[in-house]
């Protein structure tokens, strides 16, 4: 079946390191810098921001990843020809440590770093940042909701996955074998290709692109970080887990525990994808 494939996230979720990992088993290669996994994964708000669009009528699978929210206008002329959506849903929690940490504030910065959590608790996410085009991303709930809940109607002819990443960190084999066996690209998986693709998509590998994107001029960052720019590194730890926000005071967990508790659609979502605990 041809048609659009959507790799679609929030921001922080994942999403490069999956498509790192989609890269590799789909050329057989390891991707030695940024333009190696665009050019298996194009991404769509890099295409806009050019005047350019995807095919509306793809004669053969295409992959295309965003950060948008489903709902923006801008896909309407895609909907039709979406096969397949797979969405990638990360514990917020971590999405706003590893958002904290492309911020970029010093360490002895204090306030501001107090003061960039309390906006993303208030925003319930971070609505017009920097780390990928503003507009058309959403909160976190919005985000999630418009990719995971009404699909059918949003996108008529397409089925829809949602993985966990912390499910992909926890076996990632398993995972990336039913991610591909879901996008159904025109080949048998093979589950050898399939470890090949993860061990050459590990944190060390993807600081080595990194880097060598820096010294050679392999594309932008996905942050849009010119390569060998003065700014944070992309890659992090890709840490999990239940990390408290008490470092930058008792009264910020406090008030991340209420927003994770409360009746918002932050808590809802948090709560269905077991990030509530």
């Not at 350019?52 to 295409?62: A, C, G, M, S």
């Not at 208030?122 to 995971?148: D, F, K, M, Y």
């Not at 470890?195 to 944190?203: G, I, P, Q, W």
């Not at 992309?234 to 508790?261: K, N, P, T």
Request: glycine share 10%; aromatic share 8%.
């Amino acid at each position: 079946m041809n048609g659009i494939r959507w790799i679609a996230s929030y921001p922080k979720a994942g999403n490069t390191w999956l498509r790192c990992m989609l890269a590799a088993y789909i050329s057989g290669e390891s991707p030695k810098v940024w333009n190696d996994v665009y050019a298996t994964t194009p991404v769509l708000e890099g295409m806009l921001r050019y005047g350019d669009l995807p095919p509306v009528e793809p004669t053969e699978p295409l992959l295309l990843k965003t950060h948008l929210r489903a709902d923006v206008p801008v896909l309407d002329v895609l909907r039709k020809s979406t096969g397949k959506v797979l969405y990638l849903v990360r514990n917020p929690r971590d999405v706003l440590l590893s958002s904290l940490r492309m911020a970029a504030i010093p360490i002895d910065d204090l306030e501001r770093s107090r003061a960039f959590v309390r906006e993303f608790i208030a925003t319930e996410g971070h609505q017009l940042a920097a780390l990928s085009p503003g507009v058309g991303i959403g909160s976190w709930p919005e985000n999630v909701r418009s990719w995971t809940e009404s699909s059918s109607d949003r996108f008529p002819n397409a089925d829809l996955l949602t993985v966990r990443y912390e499910d992909l960190r926890a076996d990632p084999v398993a995972r990336l074998a039913e991610i591909m066996e879901f996008l159904a690209l025109g080949e048998p998986v093979e589950i050898a290709n399939i470890r090949r693709a993860v061990e050459a998509s590990t944190l060390e590998r993807m600081r080595e692109l990194e880097q060598q994107s820096a010294r050679v001029g392999g594309g932008t960052s996905p942050t849009g970080q010119e390569a060998g720019g003065n700014g944070p590194k992309f890659v992090g730890e890709g840490r999990y887990g239940d990390r408290s926000l008490s470092f930058l005071g008792d009264d910020i967990e406090s008030a991340y525990q209420e927003l994770l508790h409360g009746d918002s659609g932050y808590a809802h979502y948090a709560k269905q994808f077991g990030y509530a605990d």
